[in-house]
RNA sequence: GGUCUCGUAGCUCAAUUGGAUAGAGCAGCUGCCUUCUAAGCAGCAGGUUGCUGGUUCGAUUCCAGCCGGGAUCACCA
């Protein structure tokens, strides 16, 4: 057997990074008799020939001669060596590496013949996903959106890295807030529901919460005309004695306001769900803050007993995080009632008494509240969780306007459901401005426009590093050309559109006689290959927005690719069977990554 | 005020975690549909990476100090 035929079987259980790495990890011993751990293997910059550049700088050291001859010296030793470099140039300290084509080919067989390529197998670990987890009183925002569509996201991603997720969240449907819209409804609504009303649940309760505002502030306003100081004004407006009685008469679970709170949050769920389902997102098990606020509590107090807290003169209970960086903190007011962090110490305790075998969960929750998990995490470890490391606070910046935060005081809330409907009217629009769907039905018309409107929206949301802010401008619609997820999705339909033409040919995909390939076929390979290595990256750094960048990558080298070589006219079969498989690899993968963003890809548009 | 965070092209975002001449999209300009879908492709133009120093062979990236945004520092959630 021959080096390169060794080799070749090699790398159908090695990936090629590695495969690189090792023969250069051996050039490095035989030449300078030394040995290197990490060596740096980054892609090469387009402007010269190859596809794998090794830094050498780093390896001066170790070579004791400049960075140009030890990269000439590792070159001319992979070429005589390792059997799938086939030329090499030098710029500078950068080796720049060629890769043979036949090495490429088998790369390609590799991916093109794992049926679960995009997935990597499981690794016998569970983890779990919180995400969403709105307050009852107000309809959801586009903040909600962007909190969704990621923490849906990281959850796909997770699963594709061969974990096993549970997808959970809180639902924040006791307190004050709720309150004020009961409070609201009772003394203005007269009865209204939302099927008199026909407005979704959500909205009618939040239709309240804003009434509420409104009398509040009138109400105050009046009382401070009256001379009554600012702060006593607050208290005393009959509104708000209204919703804080209520709130205490809930907590004593009176039968009237109990029945009133279910029904105002039947409603709000009944909403929510609705929305939750045009946006794609699911949850194994919901948790409501009325079930776990006491559970904290117990918890709190045996880690008093251990000394793991201490009680103030007035009997508040605090932990002191000073030695970690961090300040006091309270855990149970002097009387007793415990805080929103008190709760979160019990809802983490009782997941992992649920799902016993996760080994951290995750928590979306905007960039706001950082301080709130630094302080959460800090505790968990104190009272001895060794679960407390793998939690992890996937923070997340706001979305902004042009005018800055979104205020629902100041009516520039941008609402979710609207902003759904707006995306799919528009690719609506635009689909029938294109006219390329003649033989379609009506019914398919709306499904492609939801895929499209949807697509362009989350793509739109996930492109963005999840922890910096980014920016809405609701008077400029969201693109559908260019660096967005309809510029993928319409890539995806291209290639079924060659796939189908290939299978009314009879032409069947396949890696065979593989000796030459072209630049473009050869990127399409690299990057293909490169999809495993992202996923990776997807997970480590929880960001959905390095899969966005890399399927946006892929499709713009497919374009590349299509517009520069016509696969039909290939009179060789073996040449244009291969297109085909390649384009297929590309198509699938498009498929499957699209799917971790929570995207459908269509099979026309 | 303390802590954290961000500042990259007119606008929205990237930059393989310290690497090469900082890349895409949008907007602007120029080409390409009688050949697989032009929601595409090719090209032009657009940059003192907020400023000043430092570390390094090499800094958008690390350090320090300014300038400018934002968040947070509740017996609210």
Sequence with gaps: MNLATYVLQLMSLMNLDLTLRTEIQKAVATLFNQSVEQVQLQPTNKEFEGSHTVVCFPLTKLSRKGPEETARLIGEHLIANSGIVTRYNVVKGF??????????????????????YGSLPANGKEMMVEYSSPNTNKPLHLGHLRNNFLGYSVAEIFKANGYKVHKVQIINDRGIHICKSMAAWQLYGNGETPDRA???GDKLVGKYYVEFDRNYKAQVQELIAQGVPEADAEKKAPIMKLAVEMLQRWEAKDEEIYSLWKTMNSWVYEGFDATYKRMGVDFEKLYYESNTYLLGKD????????????????????????????????LLRSDGTSVYMTQDIGTAILRFLDFPKIEGQVYTVGNEQEYHFKVLFQILKKLGFAWAEKCYHL????????????KSREGTVVDADDLMQEMVDDAEKQTRELGKIEDSSEEEIKALAEMIGLGALKFFLLKVDPKKRMLFDPNESIQLQGHTGPFIQYTHARIRSILRKAASMNISPAVENIIALEPAERELIFQLNNYTNKLQEAAREYSPAVIANFTYDLAKEYNQFYQSIPIF???????????VALSKAVADLLKKSMSLLGIQVPEKM
């Design 95 to 116: 080796l720049n590496l060629v890769i043979a084509d036949s090495v490429w080919a088998s790369v390609f067989e590799s991916v093109f013949s794992n049926p679960k």
């Design 198 to 200: 026909g407005v979704k």
């Design 299 to 330: 918890e709190v107090l045996r880690g008093l007993e251990r000394g793991v807290f201490f009680k103030k003169e007035d009997g508040s209970v605090w932990v002191d995080l000073t030695a970690e960086g961090l300040d006091q903190k309270v």
């Design 395 to 406: 923070s997340y910046g706001m979305v902004d306007l042009p005018s800055g935060k979104m």
């Design 569 to 579: 006219n290939e009179a060789d079969p073996a040449k244009l069977k291969f297109r």
